[in-house]
Structure formats: C-alpha cells, structure tokens
C-alpha cells in the first residue's frame, strides 16, 4: 500500500478547512498552517465582556435542506446541531416621516408591501419580484440543485436554468444604481435600492441573493459565524486532519517548476507533494509566490483597475433588551453626515437578538458598517494617536445615531468595538480589506478570471473567495472542488460524508 499523498493547506478559513475536510474522506494526509490562534480567517467573532462581536454572517447562503450548499455544509460539519434562523426579511429602510420600507423575502409580500408605498412604480416592482419568482423557482433552493445526469437530465436542466440566463443577461448589465435611476420614480424606494446593497453592484447580484431569501435558503445558525468555523475545525479533525495554529507561512517553496512545501516565518520547511493556498489571493501570489507566476490576466485583476469594498464595523454591547427590533435596520439620517472621509446619508444596524448566544439576558449587540475606500485608512499607522482619535470619532457618529433609534439604549452602553479595513487586513492579510473581494459591477468578468492553478508551478492550487466567488459559499465550494481535482488526477472515486 504507497504511503498517503501528502497534502499542505496555508489558511484555516472557510475554503482551507473544507479542503482540509474533503481531503480526509479522500482518504489524503492533509494538515492546515494557520497564521491565527483560532481558525475561520474573515469567518469570525470576537469576545468583548459578556458579548461576542459576529465579524461576518449578516446572512449565510445554504441553509435550506433542498439546496447542495446545504449538504455541503453539512459534510464539513458546520450546522449540525444548530438551530436556524430563517430570514423572513432581508432588511428596512426607515425614513424620519416614519415611513418603512421592509424587504420581505416572500417575493409576492415584497410586491404588494412596495406597490402600497409607491404606486407609481408599480411595473417595475412587479418586474423585480417576478425576476425574484423566477430566479428562486430555477435555482429550486439556490442554483446549486444537484445537475442531473444524461440526455433527459441536461435538457430538464437546460430548460430549469433557462431563465436564469435571461435574468442574469439582463440585470448582469446594469448596476443597482442605474437600475433604481433609470426605473424607480418614487424617491424614498429609489434610495432604498441604493442602501439596501452596495448600489455600484450589478442588480443581477441583488436579486440572486433576494432569491435565495425566498427560497428560505438565506438565514443564520445560532452560535454566529464563530460557532459555524469552530464546528468545520472540529470536524476536520475529527476526521484525523491537523490545524497548526500561530504558523505564518512566508513561502511557497518550489523545485523544477512544482510546489514542494512550504517555509514558515520560524524557518521551518514542511515538505508536501501537494500544496493548496487557501489565503488571500494577492498575498499567495504577491508574497507566498514573490509575484514569479503572474499572468497578463492575474496582473489586470490586481491593477486597481477592478473595484474593491471594504467597511468599518462599530459594534455596541448594550444593557438593554433590543430583541423586539428588526434584524437589519437602514435609518435615514436628519441630515448626512460626514464618515471615514464619505458623506453619508443611511446608517445601518445589524441586531443580533435572535442569537441568544451574543449577549446575556436582557442585553444585546447591534452594529453598524459603514463601507468605505481602503485609500483613506491606508494612510493610518494602526498604532497612532491618529488612527484611535478616527475611530473614536466614527463611534461617536454611530452612538449619536443608534441611541437616537433606540432610545433605551442611553447611557447602558458597555462595549465600545471598532473594526476598519486595517483590522481585516492585520488579521488575514486580506488584499485592502476587500473582505467580498472584488465588486461585481455590470458586466464584470472577474470571477473568471483568476485561475486555481498557475502556469509553470504543479502540484499547487489556490482556493477560497479570490478564485470563486465573494463570501463563504464561494470558499466552501472551492474547497471541495480542489479534492475533486486531485481525486481526478489520482484516478480516485470522489467521497463525501456527513457525519
Ligand atoms: C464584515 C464582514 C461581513 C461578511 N458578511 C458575510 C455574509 O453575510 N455572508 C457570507 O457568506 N460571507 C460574508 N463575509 C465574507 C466571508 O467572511 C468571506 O468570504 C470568507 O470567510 C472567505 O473565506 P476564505 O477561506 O476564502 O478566506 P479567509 O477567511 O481570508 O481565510 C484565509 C486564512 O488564511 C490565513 N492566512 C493568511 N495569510 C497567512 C499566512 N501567511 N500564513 C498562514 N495563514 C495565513 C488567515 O488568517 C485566514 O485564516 C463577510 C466578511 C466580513 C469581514
């Protein structure tokens, strides 16, 4: 019997540890260098007082039984056991004459709660739900239905996923903005489609994730994003898998144009026959790799010549008991107000009530993103007097607005927590904070453009959001794609399992 091929995984987030996952089934010796002392990467939370701060999953896409996201969720461990939060609706937009506007996730509620407050648009509201109706009913809990096999099974799939490429044809050229501009008369709705997603997205991307809301495919297991990666390492290692914590990586090391292993900051070299990335995109190609395996395309997609987000996340641990608010709250500001170097006219606050893990009894986390340009925190050092006094400044901004929304809140705020675009940057080395990578504007083909593999170096793979797509299903999917590669290449039988 040959010995086990030795796999090396760098990163312990979510596309490191499901490829650590899968290569265990496969029966493949696999063990994960993490630079952290906990995994998850960009998937995590963080402990402040009595209350965990969640640092990622506003919603988290796989959570209805029909959708393979969903099975592939749980054959890497991550919600069993868990009780879920459906999302009955995405978010609100509250205006100061008292107006709401609720995005419900039942498309036909959506319909008639928008028709009732803008009349005037009733033919492009109903346009947007039934390409809501229509996307959700394709993609039959998320797109990611199991494909079926043979000649029957590619036409009954062609004929499913018609509409799809209708719908993605159409709203895949537009961007929210323009979408809002050129066909929304009323103003309130018109600015809520700028604030209810990042509006330079293209509308496409909008309605797929409103899809998967109504597909109640979208929601959030209990225990927050900390529960969900500290589940997937469990079961990596339950599997026989090992996480070496507080390991930086600082080279791939490579012989005759193949990957051979990897040097750690400490000196140490850890051979393998196969080396998977699962780290940021720019920093394995720029830093791992020294910038050696640089295509035309990989050079463009690191040009500046694509957009990328980042935000600033304020948290408040309060003693007071918020769990009769909405979950997602857009609040028209009196009058905009000036934030990490953006005016802005909405703020936004997150309510983690329904997780009565986050806060004790009778208390609660709520925070604010405020996107924003990593060109204006770049200039900080993270350790002056500066760089404090801005976030000072921003939770100050925030507390004005959030104990004007939530009156009971004054005076009982006990965590204070301020994260930027450095922070996400210090933590996983994440290219300008762009924790969702690039963004999809109209058009855009970035997310085929950056391969897994690179020419000139075997035996080595990159996975994870830079090479899929933005957020936790893209990095989960890669993560099982690249074993499927392997076991390919191996002449193996791919094998899953759910514990
Ligand atoms: C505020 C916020 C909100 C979000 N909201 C959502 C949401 O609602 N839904 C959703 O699906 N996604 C959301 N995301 C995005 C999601 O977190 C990411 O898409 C996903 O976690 C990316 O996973 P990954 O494995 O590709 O990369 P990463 O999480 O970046 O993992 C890379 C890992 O590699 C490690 N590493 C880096 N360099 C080295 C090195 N040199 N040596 C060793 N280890 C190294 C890092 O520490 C990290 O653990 C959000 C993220 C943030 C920050």
């Not at 109706?133 to 036409?155: C, D, E, H, V």
């Amino acid at each position: 019997m040959p010995d086990k091929k030795r796999i090396i995984i760098i990163g312990a987030g979510v596309a490191g540890m499901s490829a650590g996952c899968y290569g265990q089934m496969n029966g493949y010796d696999t063990e994960i260098y993490e630079m952290n002392n906990i995994p998850g990467g960009l998937c995590t939370g963080w402990k402040r007082l009595d209350y965990i701060i969640d640092g990622c999953f506003e919603w988290m896409i796989g959570i209805s039984p029909d959708s393979v996201f969903n099975k592939q969720w749980l054959e890497v461990g991550a919600l069993q056991n868990k009780e879920i939060m459906v999302h009955k609706e995405f978010c609100r937009c509250e205006f100061s004459d008292g107006k709401k506007i609720i995005i419900y996730a039942d498309a036909d509620k959506l319909e008639s709660h928008l028709i009732n407050i803008a009349p005037e648009d009733a033919g492009s509201i109903t346009e947007i739900t039934t390409a809501i109706k229509k996307l959700a009913g394709a993609f039959g809990g998320t797109m990611t239905r199991k494909p079926q096999s043979g000649l029957t099974g590619l036409i009954r799939t062609g004929i499913r996923f018609f509409p799809l490429i209708r719908y993605f044809r159409k709203y895949g050229k537009i961007s929210i903005r323009e979408y809002a501009r050129k066909n929304i008369k009323n103003t309130d709705l018109r600015e809520a489609f700028n604030h209810i997603f990042l509006a330079d997205y293209s509308m496409a991307i909008l309605l797929f994730n409103l899809a998967c809301y109504a597909n109640k495919d979208a929601g959030l297991p209990m225990g927050g994003s900390l529960g969900v990666v500290n589940s997937m390492a469990t079961r990596y290692e339950n599997l026989g898998g090992r996480i070496n914590y507080k390991s930086i990586v600082n080279r791939i090391e490579s012989k005759k144009e193949r990957a051979t292993g990897i040097k750690l900051e400490d000196g140490r070299i850890i051979s393998g026959d196969i080396v998977i990335s699962a780290v940021d995109g720019h920093h394995t190609l720029f830093d791992l790799l020294k910038g050696k395996y640089l295509t035309k395309k990989i050079s463009k997609c690191y040009s500046g010549d694509y957009p990328t987000f980042t935000t600033v996340q304020v948290s408040l641990g309060v003693n007071a008991d918020l769990s009769d608010e909405a979950q997602w709250i857009h609040m028209k500001l009196d009058k905009p107000v000036v934030l990490a170097g953006q005016e802005l006219s909405f703020i936004s606050f997150n309510n983690y009530c329904h997780d009565k893990t986050m806060a004790p009894e009778g208390k609660s986390v709520i925070a604010s993103h405020i996107f924003t340009k990593f060109e204006y925190w770049e200039k900080f050092d993270r350790k002056s007097h500066e760089y404090s006094e801005e976030k000072r400044k921003l939770a100050e901004e925030v507390i004005k607005s959030a104990e004007k929304r939530f009156p009971s809140i004054k005076g009982k705020i006990e965590v204070i927590d301020v994260a930027t675009p450095l922070t996400y940057q210090r933590y996983t080395n994440v290219w300008r904070g762009a924790y969702m990578t690039w963004i999809i504007t109209p058009g855009s083909k970035i997310l085929s453009k950056i391969p897994n593999k690179l020419p000139g170096l075997r035996n080595f793979y990159m996975i994870g959001q830079w090479v899929s797509s933005p957020g936790t299903p893209g990095a989960l999917k890669t993560g099982r794609k690249v074993i499927q590669d392997i076991c390919k290449m191996d002449e193996k039988q791919f094998q899953t399992s759910i514990p």
